[in-house]
């Protein structure tokens, strides 16, 4: 790669390219993608005092001052010590217009370390705004972090009804399993949340979707004894002879948190 191409690179990586370093280089398309992947792919850059204030003014939505310090040549995409970078902080605390600025000036919206993308870390607060800010600038609805779970599968199981909706009409999987091997409707139904569970199965989502063990909603909801479930999932035409698809005898349960 010439010297001029990884000076570019590094422009990437700080969150500062622009359409003229297109021109002057003259890459096309391809070239640019595979640019911007390859800057995605190197360590994040270790945050700086400027980078570090940065990151703490995000938190805080203090957008004047991120402005003033992105001005002064703060680094958009560094992470401090906790492997956090700014968007990051920003999506967690619900910032609206501090994500906004963020991407504005270069953020990625999938983002560089912390414990789960900024996307996730937003749906599992609830932040909605947040949420679609995110995605309408490119963020991946699947993106899962450390807990292993998809930002949908964390919004619903803290409920965040508003949340799950964004996520779904944006196309997030909804074949996606916790950590103990329940799907999205076996959430709702062993957290005994109808409100939840009627707006999956509105938005799409199968009524015969079965669990890593081969059970289904149902099984759940009337094995627990939850009528109004089990109703639910009939109306929304849930199978009786489906509910034990391909039972497993057993397997090691997983106590981690979700």
């Known amino acids: 790669m010439s010297p001029q191409k990884l000076a570019y690179r590094d422009r990437l990586e700080a969150g500062i390219s622009s359409p003229e370093d297109i021109e002057r280089f003259k890459t096309t398309e391809r070239e640019q993608s595979a640019l911007i992947a390859d800057a995605r792919s190197m360590p994040p850059r270790r945050a700086q005092a400027g980078d570090i204030q940065l990151i703490q003014a995000a938190a805080t939505g203090d957008t004047v001052r991120m402005a003033a310090l992105l001005t002064s040549g703060a680094h958009v995409n560094a992470v401090d010590a906790q492997n956090q970078n700014a968007l990051l902080v920003a999506a967690r605390a619900g910032e609206v217009e501090g994500v906004r600025l963020l991407l504005k000036a270069g953020a990625y ?26 995605i309408r600038n490119g963020a991946d609805v699947d993106g899962v972090g450390e807990n292993a779970q998809s930002a949908l599968m964390n919004a ?7 949340v799950v909706q964004v996520l779904i009409e944006a196309g997030a999987s909804q074949q996606v399993l916790d950590r103990a091997g329940d799907n999205l409707l076996t959430v709702a139904v062993t957290e005994n949340n109808p409100e939840m569970l009627a707006l999956l199965l509105r938005l799409g989502v199968s009524p015969d979707l079965a669990d890593s063990n081969g059970l289904t909603a149902l099984y759940w909801a009337e094995y627990l004894k939850r009528p109004e479930l089990a109703l639910l999932l009939r109306k929304a035409g849930a199978d009786p002879l489906r509910k034990k698809t391909e039972l497993i005898v057993s397997q090691p349960y997983n106590f981690g948190e979700f």
């Open 156 to 162: 619903v199981k803290l409920k965040h009804l508003g």
């Open 109 to 134: 919206a999938d983002g560089r370390g912390g414990t789960m993308p900024p996307l996730a870390a937003a749906a599992l607060r609830g932040h909605t705004m947040v949420v679609r800010l995110l």
